[in-house]
């Protein structure tokens, strides 16, 4: 029967695996090695600044070993949504540090870049074309959010990496991508059905998490035309059917139908059944080609500049009225502000309490607190990083030092954990774009450049 034979390193690239369990998965011939770069995950930051959220060391090691074996077996290397975000910018810095190891290491192989970051203009005349629609709960996208926002990445299915793979390209670094979208593309090119290609997308993609213990780690996925086999390449983890189903769950507004770029991947159906202590096989999933091609489009705008101070108290009696404390402190605050010039509408302050509804906040359903001490996180975004420093600042010195009826203390009564105690975040984004486009051709926003490393 045929098969293809795909092994994923970690969840993200930087997120670290053993060398042991990539030499342990390479024993197993593998047709393909990958990992998935990125995840919308972390937040908008990331994607507005063009930053990496792993640190380059990291990517950096985690790339050498994978160019390493890739290289050395003369398999293809497939990452997606390289450098966290899959910005032109996150695309750009995956890419010269496969350089730099190349050059370090004296390997040589052809290249190929795909990027996702439309330009705006050609997003602008697809929106007048009326080929941009909201997802669930988002407003119609508007020219003027378009035009405001820092970033917009679109979210690639598989055929980019197909078409790179027809041209020859050995190592695939791709812009924001579907995360199971390269062994998708993988397993379809190799001629198996849509169905277990996509579904050993899904459990690729985080590397070893289908497994126990959870860690990153990697996973070993054999696709045949009826099912996909998983097993983990550390002998401490294994695969149980209640493992695989578990994480099939994952990051769908539905447990069982989940959409992707061309169709719709379903589960509903799936049988689960033990191969070993260590691997299971997983069948009767089903794929239905969606009537009209869309990718997801990411986007995020400038919201303000933060600074952040971190405190934290003990005081029982300031504990047991800390709503009220919290309220004095938000009105001392607003006085002073105006008195200096910074508007009401022209900042946000945030105070997190930690020990009480810090996680939750207003959704929190046990509003006592039953601690001995609660830590606080006061944040201010505000139209410039000055008005943020400057309101912060009072902030912080009120919750130090706002009376409360029968205080003790008469000096300080927070706990400061670092000096200076105001942390200046920098800029502030928010998603602003949360759409779908219409395609006629799943390649045409997605361009490939090739190059001899």
Same mark, same amino acid.
């Given at each position: 029967?045929?098969?293809?034979?795909?092994?994923?390193?970690?969840?993200?690239?930087?997120?670290?695996?053993?060398?042991?369990?990539?030499?342990?998965?390479?024993?197993?011939?593998?047709?393909?090695?990958?990992?998935?770069?990125?995840?919308?995950?972390?937040?908008?930051?990331?994607?507005? =600044?063009?930053?990496?959220? @792993?640190?380059?060391?990291?990517?950096?090691?985690?790339?050498?070993?994978?160019?390493?074996?890739?290289?050395?077996?003369?398999?293809?290397?497939?990452?997606?949504?390289?450098?966290?975000?899959?910005?032109?910018?996150?695309?750009?810095?995956? =890419?010269?540090?496969?350089?730099?190891?190349?050059?370090?290491?004296?390997?040589?192989?052809?290249?190929?870049?795909?990027?996702?970051?439309?330009?705006?203009?050609?997003?602008?005349? #697809?929106?007048?074309?009326?080929?941009?629609?909201?997802?669930?709960?988002?407003?119609?996208?508007?020219?003027?959010?378009?035009?405001?926002?820092?970033?917009?990445?679109?979210?690639?299915?598989?055929?980019?990496?197909?078409?790179?793979?027809?041209?020859?390209?050995?190592?695939?670094?791709?812009?924001?991508?579907? !995360?199971?979208?390269?062994?998708?593309?993988?397993?379809?090119?190799?001629?198996?059905?849509?169905?277990?290609?996509?579904?050993?997308?899904?459990?690729?993609?985080?590397?070893?998490?289908?497994?126990?213990?959870?860690?990153?780690?990697?996973?070993?996925? &054999?696709?045949?035309?009826?099912?996909?086999?998983?097993?983990?390449?550390?002998?401490?983890? #294994?695969?149980?059917?209640?493992?695989?189903?578990?994480?099939?769950?994952?990051?769908?507004?539905?447990?069982?139908?989940?959409?992707?770029?061309?169709?719709?991947?379903?589960?509903? !159906? @799936?049988?689960?059944?033990?191969?070993?202590?260590?691997?299971?096989?997983?069948?009767?999933? #089903?794929? &239905?080609?969606?009537?009209?091609?869309?990718?997801?489009?990411?986007?995020?705008?400038?919201?303000?500049? /933060?600074?952040?101070?971190?405190?934290?108290? /003990?005081?029982?009696?300031?504990?047991?009225?800390?709503?009220?404390?919290?309220?004095?402190?938000?009105?001392?605050?607003?006085?002073? =502000?105006?008195?200096?010039?910074?508007?009401?509408?022209?900042?946000?302050?945030?105070?997190? &309490?930690?020990?009480?509804?810090?996680?939750?906040?207003?959704?929190?359903?046990?509003?006592?607190?039953?601690?001995?001490?609660?830590?606080?996180?006061?944040?201010?975004?505000?139209?410039?990083?000055?008005?943020?420093?400057?309101?912060?600042?009072?902030?912080?010195?009120?919750?130090?030092?706002?009376?409360?009826?029968?205080?003790?203390?008469?000096?300080?009564?927070?706990?400061?954990?670092?000096?200076?105690?105001?942390?200046?975040?920098?800029?502030?984004?928010?998603?602003?774009?949360?759409?779908?486009?219409?395609?006629?051709?799943?390649?045409?926003?997605?361009?490939?450049?090739?190059?001899?490393?």
């Amino acid at each position: 029967m045929k098969e293809i034979r795909l092994l994923s390193t970690s969840a993200i690239l930087g997120y670290g695996f053993p060398e042991a369990s990539l030499q342990a998965g390479m024993a197993r011939d593998p047709h393909i090695i990958g990992v998935d770069g990125g995840s919308v995950d972390p937040g908008p930051h990331y994607l507005g =600044a063009g930053v990496p959220f @792993c640190s380059t060391m990291a990517i950096k090691r985690d790339l050498r070993l994978m160019l390493r074996a890739a290289i050395g077996a003369g398999i293809p290397l497939m990452i997606g949504t390289s450098g966290g975000a899959g910005g032109d910018p996150h695309l750009d810095l995956t =890419a010269q540090l496969v350089r730099d190891i190349a050059a370090e290491e004296g390997l040589h192989f052809r290249m190929a870049l795909i990027r996702a970051e439309p330009p705006r203009a050609e997003l602008q005349r #697809r929106l007048a074309a009326g080929r941009i629609h909201p997802l669930s709960n988002q407003p119609a996208l508007s020219s003027d959010v378009l035009d405001r926002a820092s970033r917009v990445v679109a979210m690639m299915g598989p055929e980019p990496f197909m078409e790179a793979l027809d041209n020859g390209a050995q190592v695939i670094l791709a812009g924001r991508a579907s !995360d199971p979208a390269p062994w998708a593309a993988a397993a379809i090119r190799a001629q198996l059905p849509p169905a277990p290609a996509w579904y050993a997308g899904k459990m690729l993609e985080c590397g070893a998490t289908p497994s126990i213990p959870k860690g990153h780690d990697c996973l070993l996925v &054999t696709v045949r035309e009826d099912g996909v086999e998983c097993e983990p390449m550390n002998p401490i983890r #294994r695969c149980t059917p209640l493992s695989i189903a578990n994480h099939s769950l994952h990051e769908n507004s539905s447990p069982i139908h989940h959409i992707e770029p061309g169709g719709m991947l379903d589960t509903s !159906d @799936c049988r689960f059944d033990a191969l070993s202590d260590r691997a299971v096989r997983i069948s009767g999933m #089903r794929w &239905t080609p969606a009537s009209q091609y869309t990718v997801k489009l990411e986007g995020v705008e400038m919201a303000g500049y /933060r600074s952040i101070s971190i405190c934290g108290t /003990r005081d029982p009696l300031l504990i047991a009225r800390l709503p009220l404390f919290l309220e004095e402190v938000r009105g001392i605050v607003r006085e002073k =502000a105006q008195a200096f010039g910074a508007a009401p509408e022209s900042y946000t302050l945030t105070i997190r &309490t930690y020990g009480l509804d810090g996680v939750m906040g207003a959704r929190e359903p046990v509003r006592d607190v039953a601690g001995h001490e609660v830590g606080f996180v006061i944040e201010v975004i505000a139209d410039t990083q000055e008005i943020a420093a400057a309101v912060l600042g009072i902030a912080r010195t009120n919750m130090l030092h706002t009376d409360f009826p029968g205080r003790l203390c008469r000096e300080g009564n927070m706990a400061f954990p670092f000096s200076p105690s105001d942390i200046p975040v920098g800029p502030v984004y928010r998603f602003s774009i949360y759409h779908v486009l219409e395609l006629d051709d799943p390649r045409e926003i997605f361009p490939i450049s090739y190059e001899e490393v």
